[in-house]
C-alpha cells in the first residue's frame, strides 16, 4: 500500500512539472488584446496587424459586429478591450447619451461618405422635393448637411458648427430637398438597391461591405480632409497601456497604411494623428 501511495505521489509531481515546463514554453505570457470592430474596412484591417502583434508577444483576437451601439456597449462592460469603427464625433455622442467614459487612442483612418443614386447621375439632377435617406444616427447628419452645402444644395446658420449641424440649422434649401432619416446605417445600401428615395447616404464601409466602390458609383463624396476620423477607443486609463500602445502604432506603420491605400484606392484614407 505504502508503495502504491508513494508511486502515485511520484507520477503527480512527474506529472505537474510536466505541465508547469508545458505551459512556460507554450506561449501563455503573452497578452491577449480583444478588439470589436465593423467586418469592413476595420477587422480587415486588424487581420493584417495581427502578426505583427504577434511578434510584439500580443495575441489579438478580433470580434466583428454588424451595427453602431453593441461595439459600445460591449466595451463599456469589459466584454472587449477596445473597439474601432467609430468617429469622435458619433463616440462623443454615445458617451453624453450613455454616460460611457471611453478615450480616443488615436486615429486610424478616414472613410468619405457618399450620397448614391439609381435614379440620377449627380446631386444637379436632382429634382424639386427629392428625398434623401440618411442614417437616424444623429452624429451623421453634420457630416452629411455640410456635403450638401459644400455642393451648394443647401445652406447652414451663421455660425453653426459643422460637426454639429442638424436639420433644423438649415437656413436654405430652394430645392425644397426632404429628408427621411428613419434608418439603421446598415440598411442604407439595401434602399439604393430597391432604388427607395431619389439618393441614399451611404457610411463607406457598409457601402464597400455592399460591393460598391465609393469613388466610383457616387454621385458626390466627402473630401479626403474630413475630420469624422475612425479611431480606437478604450475605457478611460486603459489608452497607455502596452498592448494598446503597440496596436495603434501598428495601425499606422507605413506597411498598414500602404495596405489600406492598395486595397481601397481612396476609399478609405489612412491617417497618422
Avoid at 69 to 96: E, H, R, S, V
Avoid at 100 to 110: K, L
Avoid at 164 to 188: C, G, M, S, T, V
Avoid at 224 to 246: H, L
Wanted: net charge negative; glycine share 6%.
Amino acid at each position: 500500500m505504502k508503495k502504491w501511495v508513494a508511486g502515485v505521489i511520484a507520477a503527480t509531481s512527474i506529472f505537474g512539472l510536466a505541465a508547469c515546463g508545458s505551459d512556460s514554453g507554450s506561449g501563455n505570457d503573452e497578452k491577449e488584446l480583444v478588439v470589436g470592430a465593423s467586418n469592413i474596412p476595420h477587422a480587415e484591417i486588424l487581420e493584417q496587424v495581427k502578426p505583427v502583434l504577434e511578434e510584439k508577444g500580443i495575441d489579438l483576437q478580433i470580434e466583428t459586429y454588424q451595427d453602431y451601439i453593441l461595439p459600445n456597449k460591449d466595451l463599456d462592460n469589459g466584454d472587449i478591450d477596445a473597439n474601432y469603427f467609430q468617429t469622435i464625433p458619433y463616440m462623443d455622442l454615445q458617451m453624453k447619451e450613455n454616460e460611457y467614459d471611453f478615450v480616443n487612442a488615436g486615429g486610424i483612418h478616414i472613410e468619405p461618405i457618399g450620397v448614391y443614386s439609381k435614379k440620377h447621375k449627380s446631386l444637379e439632377e436632382l429634382p424639386e422635393g427629392a428625398t434623401i435617406l440618411m442614417s437616424n444616427s444623429v452624429s451623421d447628419h453634420g457630416r452629411i448637411l455640410t456635403l450638401l452645402e459644400k455642393k451648394g444644395l443647401i445652406t447652414l446658420k451663421d455660425g453653426v458648427e459643422n460637426t454639429q449641424a442638424q436639420l433644423e440649422d438649415i437656413k436654405e434649401n430652394p430645392r425644397n430637398l426632404q429628408f427621411d432619416y428613419e434608418y439603421e446605417a446598415a440598411l442604407l445600401p439595401q434602399m439604393y438597391e430597391n432604388e427607395e428615395g431619389d439618393a441614399v447616404v451611404i457610411n463607406s464601409n457598409y457601402a464597400i461591405d455592399a460591393g460598391l466602390k465609393p469613388l466610383e458609383d457616387s454621385i458626390a463624396i466627402e473630401d479626403s480632409n474630413s475630420p469624422y476620423v475612425n479611431v480606437i477607443a478604450v475605457n478611460k486609463g486603459d489608452e497607455n497601456k502596452e498592448e494598446v500602445k503597440a496596436l495603434v502604432e501598428a495601425l499606422r506603420s507605413k506597411e498598414i497604411q500602404d495596405f489600406i491605400n492598395e486595397e481601397w484606392d481612396g476609399a478609405v484614407v489612412p491617417v497618422s494623428e
